[in-house]
C-alpha cells in the first residue's frame, strides 16, 4: 500500500558552521540545515533555482526521476 502523505524533499545539510548559530530555511520542496552563513546561502540559492527549474518544466519533485 502506498501512503500519498508522503512526499519528496531535497535535503541540504551543512557541516562547517562554527558561529554557533542554528540555520534553518523550509521552502516547498526543500529543507535546509545548519552550515556557516556561505554554505547557507549557497545552498538556498541552489534550492530556489532547482525548484524555479521544476517551474519551468512543469513538474515537481515528486514527479522527476532520480
Not at 502523505?5 to 535535503?11: A, E
Amino acid at each position: 500500500m502506498v501512503d500519498r502523505n508522503i512526499r519528496s524533499l531535497l535535503l541540504g545539510l551543512g557541516f562547517d558552521c562554527k558561529d554557533g548559530h542554528c540555520r534553518i530555511t523550509r521552502g516547498d520542496n526543500f529543507r535546509l540545515y545548519g552550515g556557516s552563513e556561505d554554505t547557507h546561502s549557497l545552498m538556498q540559492e541552489k534550492a530556489i533555482k532547482f525548484n524555479e527549474q521544476l517551474k519551468q518544466r512543469g513538474k515537481s519533485l515528486d514527479e522527476i526521476s532520480r
